[in-house]
């Protein structure tokens, strides 16, 4: 086969990609398709082969830190995608991107049009300059490039139509929201209890509420608005890592030798195929208790008292002097793997069923829906302000979660027709 010059090989490989996320709903509509099938993103990533450049689900890594850890990346198409059409983006509108790189800029510039403006900004001079480059080289000149930490956002070209915020953020700064418009959006990847997606936030009153969330990853946000997961030994267990997003346990001394009590065990006889979307039932776990976490070990060292996971991680659940962590067993011929529980402590067996209760009840009411409600209230909020199944505490705001009741569930069902979700796959073995 005769080789195409890159220019044409770059143009093919775009209208691939572009075909790929219409074809699995993530592009829905005309204006993003449009946009993504015009902006060359590979001109940014000249590091890049072109077809990594133009890769559907991959990211492209620019800039690590010196302990190897991601600080910059182009995301990927798919990602790109979903957050344009979250955003539903309009000739003439004021947008602002939060961490950049050059290519989604450039995507906002096509949906604002000559009417419009765009304004990015990132903390870091290094992809600030890439997009500088990138933008001034394929003629996007309506877009301001802003060197600064975002947690301000940028007030000079405020209010705006909309926010994209293309970094992993903990919390929602209340710049971002004072600077978007009554009829705004504001579109972040936020992460809760550990579990990052990108959710599409509009303006109710006094707060925020989310008509979107989609699984995701981003780079973790860097500057005033970073936040680092607590790390700790499970005590008495120097192989066993737990990692807390939202803070470890009141007493973690409660915790001390727990894997010296029997194990309990039980499955919980709720089944994921391949490729099911999984997102829903984390969250709901991280929702249900008291402390929720992720767990690592490391297979060589342990001592057997952690029991085969079928996974590098598993998710944890902690109340007082209770531990349990979640496995699975799979079944290579269905191609579908069952959650099970095991779990230690004084009620160990009463424990594990509780846990395993709250898959079964995940399985029954929640499968297949969009997940739970979410909403932001600003920091110091009054609970009796405040509506939902759990509240979680940040800097600067009080996230509500709440989940539908088999009603409400119901009339949900009857009146809307679900879209496809995009979800976390069967954890890794």
Known sequence: MTELPDENRAAELRNKVVDQLKEDGTIVSPGVEAAMRKV?????????????????????????????????????????????EQAGIRPGDNVLEIGTNGPNAAYLAELVGPSGQVTTVDIDPAPAD????????????????????????????APYDAI?????????????????GDEGRLIVPLRINGLTRTYGFIRQADHLIATSAYVCGFVAAQGAGSHRQQVMK??????????????????????????????????????VASQEPIGSLQMYLAAQVPTFCFMSTNPEQTTGKIGPTGNSW??????????????????????????????????????????????????????????????????????????????????????????????????MLLVIALPKGWGAELPAS
């Open 40 to 84: 060359p993103r590979h001109l940014a990533v000249p590091e890049a082969s072109l077809d990594d450049a133009y890769s559907t689900y991959n990211a492209v890594i620019t800039q690590k830190d010196e302990h190897g850890n991601h600080t910059s990346s182009v995301s990927a198409p798919q990602i790109q995608a979903m957050q344009l």
């Open 130 to 157: 890439r997009a500088r480059r990138f933008l001034s080289e394929t003629g996007y000149t309506n877009v301001n490039v802003v060197v600064a930490d975002a947690e301000d956002g940028v007030a000079k070209f």
């Open 164 to 180: 994209v915020v293309t970094l992993g953020a903990w919390d929602i700064p209340p710049a971002w929201i004072d600077q978007f």
């Open 234 to 271: 499970l005590p008495g267990e120097e192989d066993i890592t737990l990692r807390f997003d939202e803070g470890p346990p009141g007493d973690p001394s409660l915790l001390d030798n727990v894997l010296n009590s029997a194990r309990a065990e039980t499955w919980t006889g709720v089944t």
């Open 314 to 411: 598993s998710m944890v659940a902690i109340d007082g002097p209770h531990f349990a962590y979640t496995v699975v067993r799979r079944d290579a011929e269905k191609k579908t793997a069952e959650y099970g529980v095991h779990a230690f402590g004084p009620d160990a067996t009463e424990f594990a069923e509780r846990i395993a209760d709250i898959f079964r009840t995940w399985s029954e009411r929640l499968r297949g829906t969009d997940g739970p409600r979410i909403a932001v209230y600003p920091a110091g909020t009054p609970d009796d302000r405040i509506t939902g199944d759990r509240i979680i505490d940040k800097k600067h705001s009080r996230i509500s979660i709440s989940w539908p009741t088999a009603w409400a569930l119901l009339s």
